[in-house]
């Protein structure tokens, strides 16, 4: 983690300083003095069927909190479900915590988030779900906003301004769906045609021929073959093979949202071309999801898709195997950054909403993030292009919150 702050404003043109992912060795995180106020809580799944996930960002948190200035952690098992993040969050306060880092999942948060907010406790949860960030609780995941946004403003950069969005009827489908009209709204482009399909080839087929319009696309020159061979002539039969030679016109989008992972990537690909969906002419984009091979994306040769820079998180990998003879998890890294933003405000004013939300946000593991005051994220993502050995890196993050695409 590098969890000092990002510097803002017109001359920030310099990278952030950062914190050391540990300090000066001292006692464990979790067995130094307590001091209530100044205290950190973190509600994890430390039982049950996520415990290994737990057990991994118990442990982020611990690397960057044993240093001696650091707080005390106190840890707490959620086991997986909203009761047990609940009865977390209520022994949690109960000890003097000062400050909630956690609980992982949507569910467990909106079961913390009355408890904290009775206590005037500030929650730095793990989930992506934008639907639990209200005042004081802040979502740390990466979510489909930010991922959107981010793509949206290259894709502007690129000229490109039309969406269309081909997603599956899914949760996840909906959220990127969601977040491509919410910032088409926000950046005064034309609203993006939004299509769902179900699983199964059936169902592709139908929603990649509805999204790309191909029957008013193809209907003009089917409509021109019929009138040509309507002469009844050996000309008009001429012509109607000329015309049938012609390309079907591209579609009214120039940009296309794909929301997708495995076998329907392929299927995907393969209406796409049948339909004469010109990736010439069609950028794709995808989800973060996409930086896996196994997500099947290099079906998608030349999309882009938003995430954190690998790069970024070296430090925290280094210094997290090192510790622990095993390398971290991705969702470490949220408790890395929960963490360290705790240790850079333990050593002033604390934990209120005002020091939370500094402007100039924080130098994250995954890249510079902000809290805003409404309890969103925003993050500075990099910017992937899917090759056929694996996905390059298009445009880097931004350095910091003055930055274009943050």
């Known amino acids: 983690m590098r969890p000092g702050p990002v510097a803002s404003g017109p001359a920030a043109t310099q990278p952030a300083g950062h914190l050391p992912l540990t300090g000066v060795p001292g006692m464990a995180a979790t067995d130094k003095p307590a001091q209530p106020g100044r205290d950190v809580a973190i509600l994890l799944p430390l039982s049950g069927p996520r415990e290994a996930v737990g057990q991994s960002m118990l442990l982020a948190a611990k690397l960057v909190l044993e240093a001696l200035d650091a707080p005390r952690l106190i840890a707490k098992d959620t086991g997986g479900t909203p009761e047990g993040a609940a009865a977390a969050a209520r022994e949690a306060i109960a000890a003097g915590a000062g400050l909630i880092l956690g609980p992982l999942t949507s569910s467990e948060t909106a079961a913390v988030a009355p408890i904290a907010r009775e206590a005037r406790i500030a929650v730095l949860a793990f989930t992506n779900d934008p639907a639990q960030a209200q005042p004081g609780v802040w979502t740390l995941g990466i979510t489909p906003v930010q991922q959107v946004r981010r793509l949206v403003d290259v894709a502007q950069g690129m000229g490109k301004t039309r969406f269309s969005a081909l997603v599956p009827n899914s949760d996840f489908g909906r959220a990127m769906s969601d977040a491509l009209l919410v910032t088409a709204d926000q950046r005064g482009l034309p609203m993006p045609n939004v299509v769902q399909y179900s699983a199964g080839m059936a169902g592709i087929n139908s929603a990649v021929r509805n999204v790309s319009g191909y029957s008013s696309r193809r209907g003009v020159i089917d409509a021109e073959i019929k009138a040509a061979r309507s002469k009844l002539s050996a000309e008009g039969r001429r012509e109607a093979a000329e015309i049938s030679k012609r390309s079907v016109p591209p579609p009214n989008f120039d940009g296309l949202l794909l929301a997708d992972v495995g076998d329907a990537l392929p299927e995907i690909a393969s209406m796409m071309s049948y339909y004469d969906l010109d990736r010439g002419s069609v950028q794709v984009y995808g989800p973060a999801l996409w930086s896996d091979p196994a997500s099947q994306s290099g079906n998608f040769p ?53 020091e939370l939300t500094r402007p100039e946000g924080y130098a994250g593991v995954d890249g510079p993030l902000a809290l805003l005051a409404d309890g969103h994220v925003r993050r500075g993502l990099a910017v992937f292009r899917v090759q056929r050995g694996g996905a390059q890196l298009a445009e880097p993050a931004p350095s910091n919150f003055a930055a274009p695409g943050f």
Not at 302 to 315: E, K, M, Q, Y
């Open 302 to 354: 030349g999309s882009l898709f938003a995430a954190p820079d690998p790069a970024t998180r070296a430090d925290f990998v280094q210094a997290y195997t090192a510790k622990f003879d095993a390398p971290p998890s991705p969702v470490a890294d949220l408790a890395a950054d929960a963490a360290a933003i705790a240790r850079l405000l333990a050593a002033g004013p604390g934990y209120s909403i005002g």
